[in-house]
């Protein structure tokens, strides 16, 4: 089975409006990391949010919410208010911390958003 | 405080020509990352370097491909007699230790012709 799972088609998003990227994911582990990235078209990877699965609280970071639903195993991405500049790929990624995983991260095949003046 | 930095940002080698990426960590980040991002993809690990030492190289194919990250100097990720197939995205990251946070670099593009 896949760890990251991102099967959403290209997504549109009005100016302004609010989107959500969809990221399912797959793990034993009871410790885990969970991270969104953007990687807009000049294709450097940006880094948006992060969520431990220990975390009791959903991560937010200015415009950037991550919904965390453990028990269905989800980490959907919530933009609000999009911006032109939101226009981009969108990475869902996965950090397992079981001894030895180390910080290396396996991601979903990502998500194109582009956002409508 | 400089990024992860790597070069360099595109390089176009021919088919069984070498090819060498650098990366240079973050100052004070003593472990070093590399992913390869194909056409249309997301990012596969490749190696998982500290100083000195190869941690994890599951994601490294098993012939032409080899990284090191020696005492002084940057990370080296080498693929030697390069293919059309090694036409990707190249993607560095560092992180102060295991388990924290680890920062991208920009990338090198490699076009093989």
């Known amino acids: 089975a896949q760890k990251i799972t991102q099967t959403q088609p290209g997504m549109f998003v009005q100016e302004k409006e609010a989107v959500t990227l969809d990221c399912t994911y797959d793990?034993?582990?009871?410790?885990?990391?969970l991270f969104w990235y953007k990687q807009p078209s000049s294709g450097e990877m940006i880094f948006l949010i992060y969520?431990?699965?220990?975390?009791?609280q959903n991560a937010t970071e200015g415009r950037y919410s991550l919904n965390f639903q453990k028990a269905r195993k989800s980490a959907n991405l919530v933009i609000s208010a999009s911006q032109l500049g939101d226009s981009a790929m969108y990475f869902c990624?996965?950090?397992?911390?079981?001894?030895?995983?180390?910080?290396?991260?396996?991601f979903g095949k990502g998500i194109t958003l582009s956002v409508r003046p | 405080n400089a990024g992860v930095m790597q070069n360099p940002r595109h390089l176009v080698r021919r088919r069984g020509q070498e090819a060498r990426l650098r990366c240079s960590p973050m100052?004070?980040?003593?472990?070093v990352y590399w992913y390869r991002q194909l056409p249309e993809e997301g990012l596969k690990f490749m190696v998982y370097?500290?100083?000195?030492?190869?941690?994890?190289e599951s994601g490294m194919p098993k012939e032409r491909f080899s990284a090191e990250f020696p005492k002084e100097g940057p990370s080296i990720l080498r693929i030697q007699q390069v293919v059309r197939g090694d036409s990707a995205a190249y993607f560095c990251?560092?992180?102060?230790?295991?388990?924290?946070?680890?920062?991208f670099g920009q990338g090198t593009r490699l076009t093989v012709v």
């Open positions: 969520q431990g699965s220990y975390d009791q």
């Open positions: 990251a560092s992180s102060p230790g295991p388990y924290t946070e680890a920062f």
């Open positions: 100052k004070g980040h003593s472990h």
């Open positions: 370097l500290q100083k000195e030492n190869i941690i994890d």
């Open positions: 990624a996965m950090r397992e911390d079981y001894t030895g995983a180390n910080s290396k991260l396996t």
């Open positions: 793990t034993s582990d009871p410790s885990y990391g």
